[in-house]
């Protein structure tokens, strides 16, 4: 089946840049996606990229996609405070209403 | 104002009791969708539901149960059969086009006394 692969924490010092990097199975994977969830609260969609796509910049976050390694990557210019919490990577395959989601990395940002 | 609610903010459960989680939404998706979240393990779907008075099972259904009567609504049940409720429950929906974007609400906290 599908499998969606993150490291699990990530530390950072204010102002540096962060590089997030998910890895998945599914080579049909049309959608590829990046939510944030910061403490106790939902997902909130940061951004997402399609597969015949092999970079996506937005603002400070930039995507990068290896379709031939399946590898994705987010990176984040100029890592602030507010830029700690979870990032959760996604697939979706083509066909499937359903993405599957990592378990997403913890991202520490100290001054 | 659009978006996804869902109530309560904290739910507390006794032995042997069902409780419902509530779902709302008014972004006018079609479906709508049930995850639950552990520590380290992500994301599992519990139920989702493509179109009114149809729904499927997830990885995770059993213990759990679902209505989906009207578009806006989808509440999720945990039944006393589900021996391990506690954690953290999303409710998500999206529109079903190419892009299947999933909006997520703010989440409800069960634990079990």
């Known amino acids: 089946g599908e499998d969606v692969e993150q490291s699990l924490f990530l530390s950072v010092r204010e102002g540096d840049s962060s590089v997030i990097n998910c890895t998945y199975t599914?080579?049909?994977?049309?959608?590829l996606y990046w939510y944030k969830q910061e403490p106790g609260a939902g997902l909130q969609l940061l951004t997402y990229i399609f597969s015949n796509m092999d970079m996506k910049q937005d603002q400070r976050l930039t995507v990068l996609l290896n379709k031939k390694d399946k590898h994705l990557s987010l990176r984040i210019a100029d890592t602030q405070t507010g830029d700690s919490a979870i990032y959760f990577c996604a697939e979706r395959a083509g066909g499937s209403y359903i993405p599957t989601f990592g378990r997403g990395t913890s991202l520490i940002v100290h001054p | 104002d659009g978006g996804i609610t869902q109530s309560p903010k904290y739910l507390f459960r006794k032995e042997g009791q069902n409780v419902t989680l509530s779902c709302e939404q008014n972004?006018?998706?079609?479906?709508m969708y049930w995850y639950r979240q552990d520590p380290g393990q992500g994301l599992r779907l519990i139920y989702y539901?493509?179109?009114?008075?149809?729904?499927q099972k997830g990885d995770i259904a059993e213990g759990y149960s679902v209505s989906r009567e009207k578009k806006e609504s989808f509440p999720l049940t945990v039944t006393s059969a589900q021996k391990n409720p506690t954690a953290f429950y999303l409710c998500?929906?999206?529109?079903?086009?190419?892009?299947?974007?999933?909006?997520f609400g703010p989440g409800t906290r069960l634990l079990v006394l």
């Open positions: 599914d080579s049909s994977s049309t959608y």
């Open positions: 972004l006018n998706h079609d479906a």
């Open positions: 998500a929906s999206s529109i079903q086009d190419s892009e299947e974007t999933q909006y």
């Open positions: 539901s493509q179109i009114v008075n149809d729904f």
